[in-house]
């Protein structure tokens, strides 16, 4: 028995220690990590990466807008980020006249920048940990207006680590004119769709090009046209040296959210519980989707967008909890807690920690999966917001001016389709009655359904006879006898329940995150050998690895990087996510790439995008790829699909990031873009 025990205890840490290419890690605290990334070929210092005494690499990082990441390319300010994450702005300045998503844009001089509206860049001043104040008795408050005086910052927050178990203090500085310099054709940015999103091989060119502007003492200001380009403390040098298989990469930006400290409990959750139901109910949204987009033209345009973000993480998920199963995340994490059970038995501040957790999660789990089953299915349901607006602005006694109801309709009801909707709503409520426990339902909408029969009957009754998707504006007698905001309003407490389980992660609800924060000291003292690095939390980390290929499945080995070519063998007039612009094929049929051709398997090509074994997430998007030099390769833009259980488990041997090549990015900049005068600036030879 002692033995098995031993054998685990020594087994299950070895399977759990973080590896070479795992972790994203705490700039400030990078010299922990310098020897091991000098060995994999890394050349700069740990006062390279983040200093606060002089220009460093973290002074190039930003995060742009409110979930993605952008780095500084030039003295003036030029930002590179992904298309994904422009995207919104791009289309924002897009109309009829002027399709920037479709025909690109490029900016041929300052004056034809475009500002963006409500587009923020944000940049860290300065990180810190205040563990120690905080024990000390100094007030969170004191230590953030002190940080905000002190370095003439907007903003400062201070994040927990571990679980509350350390505290460090962020200073930022926010950028608020941001105008917008190149992007180049969604044939090319968005290249492969949501056919190819989170899968390689992978051929997206997804780059778009900004710039931030300053006012004239180099000061973050409103739009103006006054302000000059921000000049940045410090800027990457481009390389277009390219990659090699097993050169050293490194990528800094602001990953949004993991959990690899989690118990079983908490895997199970996710992959057998939530991730089922939530692709389920995406199925079916997409699957209605697709079809009508299938039959016509306008409304593939119109529900483009909204299929994106629904397909988005419904296949990231499938990929998480098959990437779970195979890897047996929930198995090895009850060894490893049987493990730290048997350490901790003995131990009065540790010993039934596992048990209280355990009964935490069951309390919780319903509640949490009745918040998230409600947001799949009842607010996959367009015109919820629309008519639970109706309900809550009259509820708090407001006037729903005819304003007010045009600025709620374009919000709620943009690009949209009724029929499409009645067909998801019919689906979804069904679903939603199957699914949540009897006691969860509102009462009126019970009857409602015994009185029509069936939860299809009571949906075709409300699009029968609501008059909110025909007739605006709405007197107050007419949308509050309305079947919508009726239905809507039956969700007032339902609604309320689910802000007590709002939080980003099951392991995030109070109730459970309180006892993790013991929990992670109590692995701390015990798991030696673990390297632990902080879940990500949309602050600032560095991850580091090397370019390589993976074995995707026995026998086949998937390499580290694409080409041109293998954009003109999908290219497909036929298929709207592989119609490549024709400047392309005729670059190709010319065969004539100037100073951006290599030599790939004894053929002339284009580099487009590579591969490597850095620890990212969402939020990582736009990351800059650097390699041991810190000079700009590549930008990183998705996971493959295997490797998105990384959240919570990464396994070294198959998880792999996608980035853009850096000199795909100058190639369409220059031949396709005709803005060859940017990479004078960026000062690419
Ligand atoms: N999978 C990438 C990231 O999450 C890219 C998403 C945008 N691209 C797309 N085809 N939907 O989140
Ligand atoms: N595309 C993701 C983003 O928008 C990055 C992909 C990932 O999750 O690794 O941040």
Known sequence: MIKRLLFCALACVTFLTATADEGMWLPNMIKSRIKEMRKMGFKLKADDIYSDTKASLKDAVVQFGGGCTGEFISPE?????????????????????????????????????????????????????????????ESEEAIIEEAKEKYNADKAEIEPIYYGNQQVLYVYRTFRDVRLVGAPPSSIGKFGGDTDNWVWPRHTGDFSIFRVYANADNEPAEYSEENVPYRPARHFKVSTKGVEEGDFTMIYGFPGNTQEYVTADAVEYVAEVSNPMKIALRTIRLDIISEAQSKDVATRIAYAAKHANIANAWKKWQG????????????KKKEYEKAFAAWAADKPQYANLLDKMHDAYEEVIPHYFARELFNESILGMEFFNYAYWFYIYDARGEKLTADKQAEARRIYLNDYRKEIDHAISRRLLSEYIARMPKEKVPSQLTAAINEHGSAEAFVDYMFANTRLLTEYPLTREKYLEDPMVKFAGWFYNTLQDNRKYAYRNLSNVPEIEMWYRTYMQALREWDKERAFYPDANFTLRVAYGIVTGYENADGEYHTHLTTLDGIIAKDNPEIYDYDIPQALRDIYKSKDYGRWAIEHNGKKSVPVCFLASNHTTGGNSGSPVLNGKGELIGINFDRTWRSTMSDIEFDPSICRNISVDIRYVLFVMDRIGGAGYLLEEMGVK
């Open 77 to 137: 300010g030029l930002l590179l980020t992904n298309h994904h994450c422009g995207y919104s702005s791009i289309q924002m300045l897009s109309s009829v006249e002027h399709d920037y998503l479709t025909d690109g844009f490029w900016a041929m001089s300052r004056s034809e920048e475009l500002p963006v509206p409500g587009l923020t860049v944000t940049m860290l001043v300065k990180m810190e940990e205040v563990t120690a104040r905080l024990a000390a008795g």
């Open 320 to 331: 998480e909890s098959l990437g779970l199963d195979k890897l047996g995340t929930v198995e």
